[in-house]
């Protein structure tokens, strides 16, 4: 099942933080966070493993609660970069690096 | 730069036809995937291959196959293609095996048009 990502869009002014939020309905092993953006490849930003550790871009921070099966992705001091559509990718337990991933929520960040 | 290519990047093919995209993983990448990503959608799950074997499938139908090869190239076929399979086709290559938490690394995609 997809996991639902909150908001589904938010527009920043540059140096503005934001967060974006991923719920599953399934018993996570992982999370994994990328950026998309428009006719480019998805680029890999984070990922959070069941257990605490974590792998990923020292710019970006993000929380995975095992417990709610929730992650959310912090953006701080925000820039024009930053502009593109983020999906989460979801893997359950058991499903061997199949990665489900949510919707995306666009972010738009401007001058 | 993710170090996958595919090609072709973009495609035009009639209903009915039969379509292969490639993909060209970095080397010891053991692990791909395909996804089917529609416009203003998330990657679909399509399937994944470890060293040369299907390792899990969504929920595609059977005209859907792949095949994945010792020089670390794959390919995804689509047979008696329908107008619903025009979208976005990304692989992800990863280092290690499936289910370890290893990062994905996404090839530019091949946009297919179905007409």
């Known amino acids: 099942q997809q996991p639902v990502q909150s908001p589904q869009a938010v527009i920043l002014r540059e140096g503005e933080d934001a967060v974006i939020n991923c719920s599953s309905s399934?018993?996570?092993?992982?999370v994994h966070w990328y950026r998309q953006k428009h006719g480019e490849a998805p680029v890999f930003l984070m990922i959070?493993?069941?257990?605490?550790e974590q792998k990923g871009h020292d710019k970006i921070s993000a929380s995975f609660n095992e417990k709610k099966q929730q992650s959310s992705l912090y953006l701080t001091a925000s820039q024009l970069s930053y502009s593109g559509t983020y999906f989460c990718?979801?893997?359950?337990?058991?499903?061997?690096?199949?990665?489900?991933f949510g919707q995306g929520t666009e972010l738009s960040v401007k001058p | 730069e993710t170090g996958v290519t595919q090609s072709p990047t973009h495609l035009i093919k009639t209903r009915g036809q039969q379509v292969t995209l490639r993909c060209s993983s970095q080397?010891?990448?053991?692990?791909v995937s395909w996804y089917q990503q529609a416009l203003g959608q998330g990657p679909q799950f399509i399937f994944q291959?470890?060293?040369?074997?299907?390792?899990g499938r969504g929920n595609f139908p059977p005209r859907f196959s792949g095949l994945q090869f010792p020089n670390y190239s794959s390919e995804l076929n689509v047979n008696a293609l329908e107008l619903d399979d025009s979208a976005l086709y990304l692989c992800?290559?990863?280092?290690?095996?499936?289910?370890?938490?290893?990062?994905?690394?996404f090839g530019q995609g091949t946009r297919l048009t179905v007409v």
């Open positions: 399934k018993a996570l092993y992982s």
């Open positions: 992800a290559s990863s280092l290690g095996n499936p289910g370890e938490g290893t990062e994905a690394f």
């Open positions: 990718g979801t893997e359950a337990n058991n499903q061997g690096g199949k990665l489900i």
């Open positions: 080397s010891g990448h053991n692990t």
């Open positions: 291959y470890y060293r040369e074997e299907e390792n």
């Open positions: 959070l493993l069941k257990g605490g």
